[in-house]
Each structure stands twice: as C-alpha cells, then as structure tokens.
C-alpha cells in the first residue's frame, strides 16, 4: 500500500506551496497590520473587523469598504465596489481552472475562498514550472492556508495595536501594499497594451480620487480596460488572454 | 446601516467571484472580448488603487518630489521589479527604501 508515500508527497507538495508564499507574507504582514489599526479608527467594531477577514479575505476590497463604511456609503455602493476590485479573481480562477477541474467540488469551494492576487502568482508559477502534478492541488492549499492564516494573524495584531496605540495608521505601513501591487503588477506589464491600460487606469485613478463613494477608481479602472481593447483590436485573443497572467 | 450586514454582503461578492469559475468548470464560457477584458482587469485595479497613495500621499494634491517616501520607494520598486522580476527582493527593498526615506532622511 503506497499510502506512507502519498502522505508524504501531499505533505511536501503543501510545504512546498507554504515556503513558495513567504515572500508574500512578508508584503501581506504590515498591510495585515495597517487593516486592523484602520478597523480601530472606524465605526466598525473590532470582532467584525477580524470577521471581515476571516470571512472576505481580500485585502484591497477590506481595506477600500472600511474605507467607504466610515464615509457612510449605501451598502450597496460598497458591494458594487467590492465586484469590480474583485472581478480581477474571476480571470485568475479561469486561468486556475485547468489544474482543478478534475478535483471534487469540496476541493474547488475550499481553493476559491482561497484564491488571492499572491496565492494566484504562487500557484500560477508552480503549475506552469511543473504541470500535471498529482498532488498540485496541494501545493495551491499550502500557500492559500499560509497566506489566510498570516491574513487573520496580522490583522489580530493591528486590532490589538490600533486599540493600544491610536495614530499606529500615521507611520505610512500602508505602503506595504504598494510594494505588493507593484511586485505583482510590473512582470504582467509586458505588452504595449498593458502598459497603456495600466498607466491610464493609473492616472484617472489620481485625476478621479475624490470623486464620492470611490466612483472615481471604478471609472478609472473601466477606462484603462477600454484602452486596452482598444489596443487590442487585430491581435490575437488568445494570446491577449493568455499573457494577462505571470 | 449595520456594518456586520454590509460585511456579510462583502463576503458572498468576493467568494462569488473567487470560486464561480472554479465550481461552474466547462459549463461557464467567456467570449473573447470578455476574456480580453478581463486580461486587463488585474494591471488596471492594482495600479488604480495604488496611484492616489503615491502620488498624493497626504490627500492634499500632487507631490512629485524627492521628499515624498512613497514616490522614492514605489519607483525603486518599479526598477527593481522590472529589472529582476523578483517579488520577495522587490518588496523588501521597497519597504527599506520607503522606512530608510520616511524616518532616516527627512527626520
């Protein structure tokens, strides 16, 4: 019976998907943090500060419906946000889909509550530097587990600090997530296209900034998508799809 | 409004677009130009977000100068990233840069 032997390849390959996401973690930490301090400067009380990110588990949306929350948005201004920040996870699943597809649906429910822009990049390059692993799926769940318990972590001890130590938000570890975009965002930018949707959607974000309720991000963000077809027209859609992703 | 409620509401749309594809496989297709537009959903959201954090940190208007920490560092970021292609050198070099700026230089 091979079972010792697939125990231990599952084991290696979710060890393997865990240490392949710690440079992630280490971008994902202060972000962690800063979450939990903004929870504290809020209306929004610090346990559901925590079920937020145990139960949304994006950070950017987190980040932007606290955000919106504290300036009173209608809920449904700030769903509507959350759809378009997060749209960007639908193209990640369907570019994960062709390594999960065969698995049962318990394990495709689990991977999606898992997917985030960094365990994307992780499981995206694994597959692609070694596909048709039997245990691949593993790998995907190692840096999803170790990316959801670093989140819960961080954002525990931004909770506490930020009750603690109100102005902790003032030293600027926001900046942890633009370092993380930009890490995640310049290797994707490999294209005229690309750079050009990017940049556009870059700049309307800051012309557009205070428009109300984020309007402007949104707008921003269908603009730059619009340059982009735009520069699409003639090439390839395949190709056009395919190189969205590291 | 009750926060936990608009949580909740947060929740479903982000699980919804997370694991749609995921459970729905084959039976969900894209037409090309969906595909392509979401092909550039991702460089669009992340540098929108990140834009206003750089270039106008303090919410008050733009600051292209040496003395904006964020600015340095996100460039530096972006040499790095584009040179190497490394995520982990990236980050930390962008946040000794950013914290090396921000308390060391200008204080």
Known sequence: ?246 | MNPLFIIIGMAGVTYLTKALVLLAGERVRFSPAVRTALGFVPVTVLTAIISPMVLAPHHAGLELSWRNPQLVAATVAIVVSAWTRHMLLTIALALAVFFAWQYGLLH
């Not at chain 1, 900034?209 to 730059?224: E, F, I, N, S, T």
Request: hydrophobic share 55%; proline share 5%; net charge neutral.
């Open chain 1, 1 to 246: 019976m091979p079972h010792a032997d697939t125990d231990t390849s599952r084991f290696n390959e979710f060890a393997a998907g865990a240490r392949d996401m710690l440079p992630m973690l280490l971008g994902a930490a202060p972000f962690g943090v800063i979450f939990g301090t903004l929870v504290t400067a809020s209306p929004v009380p610090a346990w559901q500060g925590q079920f937020m990110s145990l139960s949304v588990f994006a950070g950017s949306s987190q980040f932007i419906g606290i955000g919106l929350i504290d300036s009173h948005a209608g809920f449904l201004v700030v769903w509507a946000t959350t759809l378009i920040v997060n749209l960007r996870h639908v193209l990640y699943g369907a570019t994960l889909l062709p390594y999960v597809q065969r698995l049962p649906w318990r394990w495709r429910m689990l991977l999606g509550m898992l997917i985030t822009d960094e365990m994307f990049a992780v499981s995206v390059a694994s597959q692609r530097r070694q596909p048709g692993r039997l245990y691949g799926h593993w790998h995907m769940f190692g840096s999803g587990v170790a990316m959801y318990l670093n989140w819960q972590g961080w954002t525990l001890v931004g909770l506490i600090f930020g009750s603690a130590f109100p102005g902790l938000q003032a030293l600027g570890l926001d900046f942890a997530m633009v370092a993380t975009f930009i890490a995640i965002v310049v290797p994707q930018l490999n294209t005229l296209r690309s750079l050009a949707a990017a940049l556009s959607a870059g700049a309307l974000a800051y012309a557009w900034q205070d428009w109300p309720y984020k309007l402007g991000l949104l707008a921003a963000v269908l603009c730059g998508i619009g340059v982009g077809l735009v520069l699409s027209r003639g090439v390839r859609v395949e190709a056009a799809a395919g190189e969205a992703a590291p």
